[in-house]
C-alpha cells in the first residue's frame, strides 16, 4: 500500500510511520502544500496513494482545505467514488463542527483523534478495505 502521512508535528508523525510500517511505504508531508503537491505528483506518476492520513491543523494550508483539493482533483480527473484515495483525518480536534467539516463538506473516510492508539488504526483500516 502507498501511504501519504500529512503531519507537522515530528512525534506523531514517526508514531504514524511505525505504526503503518508493516502494511506499506509511506512519505510524509510536513504542512497542507507539501500534502497536496505529494498527492498531485502520485497522481501524474500514476502510482496513487491508497491511504492519506491527514492532520487538520497544519502550516500553510490546513487539513480541511487539502482535503477539499484532494477530492476535487479526483473528480476533474473522472476518479470514481469507489476509487478515491482513503483519507484519514488524524487529529486532536474532535469538535463537532471539525468532524463535519471533514465529512460532509470535505470527503474524509473516517476519522481518528490524537492520541492515535495502534488497535484504533487498524480497525479503520479494515473497515476502509485496506487490510485483510
Known sequence: ?????????????????????????SDVAVNGEEA???FEAAQKEGRPYQLICLDIMMPEMDGQQVLKIIRRHEKELGVAPRDEVKVLMTTALDQPH???????????????????????????????????
Not at 4 to 24: C, N
Not at 103 to 121: A, M, Q, R, S, W
Request: hydrophobic residues 40%; charged residues 30%.
Open 1 to 25: 500500500m502507498r501511504i501519504l502521512i500529512a503531519e507537522d508535528d515530528f512525534t506523531s508523525r514517526r508514531l504514524l510511520q511505525k505504526m503503518l510500517e508493516p502494511f506499506g511505504s
Open 36 to 38: 497536496v503537491t505529494a
Open 98 to 132: 471539525d468532524v463535519v467539516e471533514a465529512f460532509y463538506h470535505g470527503g474524509c473516510t473516517d476519522y481518528l483523534v490524537k492520541p492515535i492508539e495502534k488497535k484504533n488504526l487498524l480497525l479503520k483500516l479494515r473497515e476502509c478495505k485496506l487490510l485483510d
